[in-house]
């Protein structure tokens, strides 16, 4: 079994796309399952007739604003690969659940505007990619637009996060006249007319729309004399910077990806599938596959040491015909098996997998087995939060997943007494999800918890789930802060009566946080209490 597991391990393919709001990243999720022939026409988020849509948007609040809330998990097989493909949300106000979910991956796909290039979202989920080790492949989406210049933007990759774009394909066509793209090196299988990995030749992929723009892009292959008669100077001009890039060593390499120093990067339009066969193949033939992690003391779980995963996400009501709760589950090590017992590390509870799902948006089938780098969906596993681990035979449990830094802050005011019992009994199912922090401080009292959020639409989703799914209407109070510390029991109760500060205890892990309205009173309250415990938390925004 166990040189099967690692077979199995080898085929797996992990990995996120990240990118600022409305850079098209629901789009090429779709577009990428289209490929992998997970589904048979794709729709965009403001698409038309039966096109309503993306189907990893499974929300209604996404669907009617066109934009990703949470993630989704899509797996597929693509040549003989399993891809597991997770999409995030885009919106800043929701980059929390984004934190998350690249604990849970292998690599990323860094998707960019080629119109507006590097922006204040992408930047701070790379750092986060870069702090986990996550290699990333940059995809130039949008290159049938208007766009900057394709070597400026090669220069603003490397120059304001510092590492090194090495493209894999290059424009022939100045952005918004898109003509196809010259293969800089061999990768994928030939499928669609285009060629099959090895030694490259001159000459450049050709794409074609296809009507509608649903079904996949025609690519054809035009050798140097082809591209040529058909694109002359526009082809020309794109061999000559090609030729460049390779002067200044930006050419492709493996090891330098790995290590995390350079970034494979292609450039393409999701929205009529132009470039995205090579992006999966790329990622294909060069993502990493699943490798042992590390528990929480350091030590290498292996991939042969039986089950263990961790949970990443928990959601509650994606079925609104069931009303259940699904965790989202990791698979770090070992075979899992339907049915099979497994202990939760930080309760020792143990728990059976019964009811077992895969993920394709919204859409669910039972999974009878699952490998290292897969996701399962465990339905009503009410007993598991995010960050729990879960295991069968060796014991062992992963690191606890990160809080981030919230940047606002609002007192959760219910109107109806009555309903107090689902009221707390929604507050702790979102709590435990990780949709909010939910927060609690001696001024207010139980009645009153305190959310606080990296964005203030959390604050309208928390609002409007618990009206959808526990009937409980509420309204949210903001308050003047906009920033956390850590800080310790003793540094609580010395700051309990500081002005323009409130003290907050989390229940979710006990910790004690500290709001401030500014970067300036952190100052203040430094000078003014010294030796004081006062920690920054992860991605933290001002100061």
Known sequence: MSSHIAAEAARRRTFAVISHPDAGKSTITEALALYGRAISSAGAVHGKGDRKGVVSDWMSMEQDRGISITSAALQFEYRDCVVNL??????????????????????????????????????????????????????????????????????????????????????????????????????????????????????????????????????????????????GPDY???????????????????????????????????????????????????????????DAKGEPRDLEDGFSGFVFKSQANMNASHRDQLAFIRVCSGHFER?????????????????????????????????????????????????????????VEYPPLPAFAPEHFGALQMHDTSKAKRFRRGIAQLDAEGVVQVLYSERRGEATPVLAAVGPLQFEVTVARLQAEFDVPATIDNLPYQLARLTDAEGAARLRTAPGVEIFSRPRDGAYLVALPNKYRIQTIVNDYPGLVLEPLLAGGQG
């Open 236 to 294: 020309e001009r794109a061999q000559e910077e090609s030729e460049l890039l390779s002067e200044v060593e930006a050419d492709f390499d493996p090891k330098t990806f790995e290590a995390g120093h350079t970034t494979p990067t292609l450039f393409g339009a999701a929205l009529v599938h132009f470039g995205v066969g090579q992006l999966l193949d790329l990622l294909v033939d060069i993502a990493p596959s699943p490798f042992s992690r590390e």
């Open 339 to 395: 049915g099979m017992q497994v202990t939760q590390a930080q309760g020792k509870r143990t728990m059976s997998t019964k009811y077992a799902q895969t993920l394709f948006g919204s859409a669910r089938d039972t999974v009878d087995e699952a490998w290292p780098g897969d996701i399962v969906g465990l339905v009503n596993a009410t007993g598991l939060s995010v960050g729990d681990t879960i295991y069968s035979g060796k014991s």
């Open 86 to 231: 997770l999409d995030t949300p885009g919106h800043a106000d929701f980059s929390e659940d984004t934190y998350r979910v690249l604990t849970a991956v292998d690599a990323a796909v860094m998707l960019l505007d080629a119109a507006k290039g590097l922006e204040p979202q992408t930047l701070k989920l790379f750092e986060v990619c870069r702090a986990r080790r996550i290699p990333v492949i940059t995809f130039i989406n949008k290159w049938d637009r208007p766009a900057k210049d394709a070597l400026e933007l090669i220069e603003e990759i490397e120059t304001r996060i510092g590492i090194k774009p090495t493209p894999v394909t290059w424009p022939v066509g100045v952005g918004g006249e898109f003509r196809g793209v010259i293969e800089r090196v061999g990768f994928g299988e030939e499928s669609d007319g285009r060629r099959a990995a090895g030694p490259q030749v001159p000459g450049m992929v050709r794409y074609e729309r296809s009507p509608g723009g649903q079904q996949l892009a025609v690519a054809e292959f035009l050798d140097e004399a082809a591209a040529m008669a058909e694109f």
